[in-house]
């Protein structure tokens, strides 16, 4: 070598020592300073790398946690217009800052990646809100009808995640939420709903829900739903959110939640549901309370198994057992062979349901259009007379003139009071039955609050039930006493004083419909009229059919020993169908035979004042007053008139009864058409 290539040599080396990479120490570069406007592609540098990780635990020895990011993925998920920055809006620069200690509890926690979903979602709500009020302002100003602006969807699911049960702090780990959106949605790999990997998402959210509740996921795969989704990758059954719902999720140990999940049973089983609530189960949790039986309570929750299964609760085999496990504890053979899913349409399965329910049909259309076709024709025919001069002006039941002071006594105060109190008793039923019957109606969860809720207004429809019962029974022991004991045997049964139907009741109301149709003179009346027996023997059908029914739902166990299970689903419908028809009939019907007719308008208080005018009286039951001269009895009926204070009070309480019947009817309509509308 020569002395000029040694010396080229020796200053090579030099530079080469002298220079940053060939120090013994490299200097790290600087930081770069991260901001909105980072690209993508500085993060990348690192996270793009496939198996970039970093280590956890005390020591740093612990498996790594993979921070590698499939940029394929990110593509096709729904952030992908989003910037790395966007999210991870706590990274202030690149490369990021050490953690504090040798490795900390762990590095990723120390880093303290703070992805604000809730926020960021929040505030794309808002701004979403807000363009949708500009949009809204422009079309006021310009003269055009505007809608409501609603809340955005994904407000929506914000504020339900908000308040659920997942949102909330962990017990062992206060800082921490007891599921964050990513534990559940993922991290980069979230997809629109309409995509095939939300398909996928959609099949193995089971699996992402069992990573925390691992005993449900278990009893969920063996269950008829998870079957279908985990074997055979069913997409219509059910999975955890269609349950539970996606983000509103409760505890399952609160009412609220125990209603919800019922009622996002039906979205699927809709035919199941309706025919569930249409049971007193049913229609008490429609009106929001959870203290009867529901799906879960019966089916079971995560490991529901088709009835035909030997292993599921709802096996003929386990069905006594089930229902008699939590509820009633004395149930038997007979009581839990009821139908709770009994369908009226179905005559294959459900003859005799099917039978009462058109036989209840039938009767309904029968009742009203006779009784209320009669009403319109009376109303009508006594108008026109009235208005040409035909008919005599009824006097004024309180304010008798000197030249006419007597009164004619109709009834004693003992029926008085009697009558007062069954009317109070079949207002409380219709108040207390009408607002179970019809729990879906928008006034009855309001009203069933007023009430107490739904145990304390069965217990009022059942003391009200049982004071109907004593009156009824009672008013039969009082007849047959004066018959048999008092009489002596000589009431003619089918006499003036009888109130049992006769050939001469029939002859009644055929001059009646003559006289609606001004083909005859309008016919005189007795002691009783037609109607007025037809009033009369009503409570004892009713108290019949809506009586033996209601007593067998009150004692359905002791009835259940002797009777067969489908008696207790025909005595829910024929109890709710007759006390509508009961309801309805007396609110309209009854109500204008005695009050509403022009001649009565506004108020007949006789049944309050037990008398009335005896030129009234001569009126309206002419063969009646006929009969008591003739007899020499009429004396012996007449008696002074009411008191003004007597006479007042009594018109105070016939226009608060007559006003609360009408409110109940307005109830009973209302909730009968909705329930047809549903």
């Not at 929506?156 to 659920?164: C, I, M, N, P, V």
């Not at 083909?519 to 027996?533: A, H, I, L, Q």
């Amino acid at each position: 070598m020569t002395v000029r290539h040694a010396s080229i040599l020796a200053l090579w080396f030099a530079m080469l020592m002298l220079s940053p990479a060939g120090t013994a120490t490299e200097r790290p570069s600087a930081p770069k300073p991260v901001n909105a406007a980072t690209p993508d592609a500085a993060c990348l540098d690192c996270h793009g790398n496939k198996g970039f990780a970093a280590p956890q635990g005390e020591s740093g020895d612990s498996r790594k946690r993979a921070l590698h990011v499939d940029l394929g993925v990110l593509r096709d998920s729904v952030h992908a217009k989003e910037t790395c920055v966007a999210c991870h809006t706590d990274i202030d620069q690149i490369p990021h800052r050490a953690p504090q200690t040798s490795y900390g509890a762990d590095v990723a926690t120390s880093i303290k990646h703070r992805v604000d979903c809730v926020g960021c979602h929040a505030r794309k709500g808002e701004e979403a809100m807000a363009l949708q009020v500009q949009n809204s302002m422009a079309l006021v100003l310009a003269g055009l009808p505007v809608e409501a602006v609603p809340r955005s969807k994904v407000e929506q699911e914000t504020a339900r995640y908000l308040g659920s049960i997942h949102a909330q702090p962990r017990k062992d780990d206060p800082s921490r939420r007891n599921a964050a959106c990513w534990d559940c949605h993922g991290k980069h790999d979230v997809f629109p709903m309409a995509s095939r990997q939300a398909e996928v998402y959609r099949l193995s959210s089971p699996q992402t829900c069992g990573a925390c509740h691992e005993k449900a996921l278990k009893e969920y795969t063996n269950s008829a739903h998870g079957a279908k989704v985990k074997r055979e990758g069913k997409l219509d059954s059910a999975v955890c959110s269609d349950c539970h719902s996606a983000h509103k999720i409760a505890s399952i140990k609160e009412d609220p939640a125990k209603l919800a999940i019922t009622t996002q049973c039906g979205s699927c089983h809709e035919k199941e549901l309706k025919s569930y609530r249409d049971t007193y189960h049913g229609q008490v949790t429609r009106l929001g309370y959870a203290h009867t039986a529901k799906c879960a309570d019966c089916h079971g929750s995560h490991n529901i198994l088709p009835s035909k299964n030997p292993a599921a609760p709802t096996h003929p085999d386990h069905r006594l057992q089930t229902c008699s496990d939590e509820c009633h504890k004395t149930a038997t053979a007979g009581f839990i062979s009821f139908e709770p899913h009994g369908n009226t349409h179905d005559y294959q399965r459900f003859p005799a349901l099917w039978l009462a329910s058109k036989f209840m049909i039938a009767l309904l259309a029968g009742v009203f259009l006779l009784f209320w076709s009669h009403s319109a024709l009376w109303f009508y025919r006594e108008y026109q007379e009235r208005k040409t001069g035909k008919v005599q002006v009824r006097l004024d039941q309180h304010g008798a003139t000197a030249a006419q002071p007597q009164y004619v006594q109709r009834f004693s105060w003992q029926w008085r009071l009697a009558h007062l109190l069954l009317a109070l008793a079949v207002m409380t039923l219709v108040l207390t039955g009408t607002t179970v019957l019809y729990a879906d109606s928008f006034w009855a969860p309001t009203l069933i609050k007023l009430l107490g809720g739904p145990k304390v207004a069965a217990i009022m429809h059942r003391v009200a039930a049982a004071t109907f019962g004593l009156l009824f029974f009672g008013h039969i022991g009082v007849v047959l006493h004066r018959i048999v004991v008092a009489d002596k045997g000589r009431f003619d049964w089918f006499g003036p004083d009888s109130l049992l139907p006769n050939r001469q009741d029939g002859r009644d109301f055929i001059a009646m419909l003559r006289w609606f149709f001004a083909k005859g003179p309008r016919p005189v009346f007795g002691r009783w009229t037609y109607w007025e027996k037809f009033d009369y023997w009503a409570p004892f059908w009713g108290m019949f059919i809506i009586g033996l029914s209601g007593l067998t739902l009150w004692f359905p166990v002791f009835f259940g020993r002797f009777l067969p299970g489908w008696v207790f689903n025909v005595a829910t419908l024929v109890h709710g169908e007759e006390a509508f028809l009961a309801a309805v009939f007396l609110f309209t019907v009854h109500f204008f035979n005695c009050h509403f007719r022009p001649e009565k308008l506004p108020l007949d208080v006789v049944m309050f004042t037990g008398s009335m005018t005896l030129q009234e009286f001569q009126h309206e039951r002419p063969l009646e007053y006929q009969r008591l001269l003739a007899e020499g009895r009429l004396e012996q009926c007449l008696v002074g008139a009411p008191t003004p204070r007597m006479a007042r009070y009594s018109r105070i309480l016939g226009l608060c009864l007559i006003a609360i019947g009408l409110g109940l009817l307005l109830l009973v309509l209302l909730g009968f058409v909705q329930n047809l509308a549903m």
